[in-house]
């Protein structure tokens, strides 16, 4: 078996006081955990086991609901984890600074789209910002556990950075209210890691 | 309102034990029946009927809220839908439920759900159909129509069928339908459970009648689907619905949706369940299955 469960890269309550420590703390090792042990369950023995986890999404189509569902739930909350920061926010640099301007017309109007997607995503899911097939950058969301690398998203490319917005990521502290939320997660974003992201889905 | 609420129940269970209580009930109930009423008639001065006399006189929920999660509930023009009361005190449910989550799930989620809805119809055709219209013809409209008149619709029966001292099982006519689609009560149970604990992401899980064969069966659906729906494959009658959305749960449970599922049951009130049991057979010639 190829995968494992990871370490948090920082304290329950480093991300406070926009995500707040007890949220976290479940967030990672109740869901994210449970969606690795039952990822891991089901593909035991199958020939997803030696895949990598871009290469089962390619094909997840004709994988069963629970390798979509929790192999979702395992590589959504790796790349989340990784995007946040408690020194995040800011505005990104280079490269991604000028894709970003580029596709978008400005960071703004970037954070504006990517906020939509969030917020207008009704239930549980994701909102992704992806490089495409044609390595452009493009905003979407996705239902639950899906992601832009599964066959099934009609909005495919490699995700680069992702929020997500299932209640259990903000209920304790936000309750109803997502777009608070949604804001206070810029101030969490790692840029450095989304750029690093960035240059590897344009290899 | 909560303590008014709350009031509102007593009077109810009462009038079930005693006929001479429902002069009284009729007495206290009424100026806030008339209040609602009122409110109603102000935005649609053309129509002949309020609201409520669309809903059937035995019932004393009728006269508290246009909304009572009641089959009569299916066939309320859009345009004329009111925020119901909820049918008991925020605390009521507890321990099972606590009052916080009912709180902002009644006075947030359901609200928010409840305007939008408004908002999407009004000045629209829509607001001339009926809900039952609405869901039949559901894949017609923008999604927006579809997660907000669902997500009020099925709030409005989530609440009407729990209460303060639900729990227990059912009886009678109901019983015997569960026994024979099922095989027993505790298969039904586990069916059901297994059904709401197994939607992935946000939903409901239902015991609804069929459409075509008048017998239950249990389903979940997405997000503020619900099964009259003609989104859903299996199409019928929902009389039982539990949400599964985090909302419903997430400030007490957390992540052990399980035992929400678990627990729900001490809540449910299967005498209200019975009612939409009879709604269906009762209304049987108004739905055009």
């Known amino acids: 078996m190829n995968f494992e469960f990871p370490q948090l890269p920082y304290a329950y309550d480093a991300l406070e006081p926009h995500i707040d420590k007890m949220t976290m703390e479940i967030h990672h090792t109740k869901h994210h955990r449970a969606y690795f042990d039952k990822f891991t369950a089901a593909i035991q023995g199958t020939d997803l086991e030696s895949k990598s986890m871009e290469a089962i999404f390619a094909e997840i189509s004709k994988a069963p609901l629970a390798v979509r569902n929790n192999g979702g739930g395992f590589y959504n909350h790796n790349l989340f984890w990784e995007i946040l920061s408690p020194k995040g926010g800011g505005e990104p640099t280079g490269k991604l600074a000028e894709a970003i301007n580029t596709k978008f017309g400005s960071f703004e109007a970037f954070k504006t789209k990517f906020n939509d997607a969030a917020a207008n995503r009704f239930g549980s899911g994701w909102a992704w910002l992806s490089v495409d097939n044609d390595k452009n950058l493009c905003v979407c969301s996705s239902a639950n556990q899906d992601n832009p690398l599964m066959d099934v998203h009609d909005c495919k490319g490699t995700p680069i950075m992702g929020l997500d917005v299932w209640e259990h990521a903000y209920y304790l502290k936000y309750q109803n209210r997502r777009p608070d939320y949604i804001g206070a997660f810029w101030n969490l974003v790692n840029w450095n890691k989304v750029s690093e992201n960035f240059e590897k889905a344009l290899k | ?289």
Do not use: C
């Not at chain 2, 649609?44 to 089959?71: M, N, R, Y």
């Open chain 2, 1 to 289: 309102m909560a303590l008014l609420s709350g009031f509102q129940v007593k009077i109810k269970t009462t009038m079930k034990k005693n006929i001479f209580s429902i002069l009284l009930a009729s007495a206290v109930i009424l100026p806030f029946g008339l209040l609602a009423q009122t409110a109603v008639k102000s935005k649609t001065k053309t129509e002949q009927k309020p609201v409520t006399a669309v809903l059937s006189a035995k019932s004393s929920a009728s006269i508290e809220s246009a909304f009572t999660g009641s089959g009569e509930d299916w066939f309320i023009e859009a345009g004329k839908a009111v925020f119901p009361a909820l049918p008991y005190s925020y605390e009521a449910l507890e321990p099972v439920i606590d009052k916080s989550t009912v709180e902002i799930h009644y006075d947030r989620h359901h609200r928010g759900y409840f305007n939008n809805f408004m908002k999407a119809v009004a000045g629209t055709d829509l607001e001339k159909m009926s809900f039952y219209q609405i869901f039949g013809n559901m894949t017609d409209f923008p999604a927006g129509i579809r997660n907000n008149a669902g997500g009020f619709y099925n709030h409005v029966l989530y609440w009407s069928i729990m209460s303060a001292d639900g729990g227990g099982k059912p009886s009678g006519k109901l019983l015997d339908a569960i026994t024979r689609t099922f095989g027993s009560y505790d298969a039904f149970y586990q069916q059901f459970n297994d059904a709401a604990k197994t939607r992935f992401g946000s939903g409901w899980a239902w015991l609804s009648i069929d459409f075509k064969t008048d017998e239950l069966f249990i389903t979940s659906t997405a997000n503020q689907d619900n099964p009259l729906m003609n989104t859903e494959g299996k199409r019928g009658f929902p009389i039982l619905g539990i949400d599964v959305w985090e909302h419903a749960y997430y400030l007490k449970y957390q992540n052990k949706r399980a035992d929400y599922v678990e627990n729900f049951w001490n809540k449910l009130n299967w005498q209200e369940v019975q009612t939409r049991y009879n709604d269906y057979f009762r209304l049987a010639d108004r739905l055009n299955k």
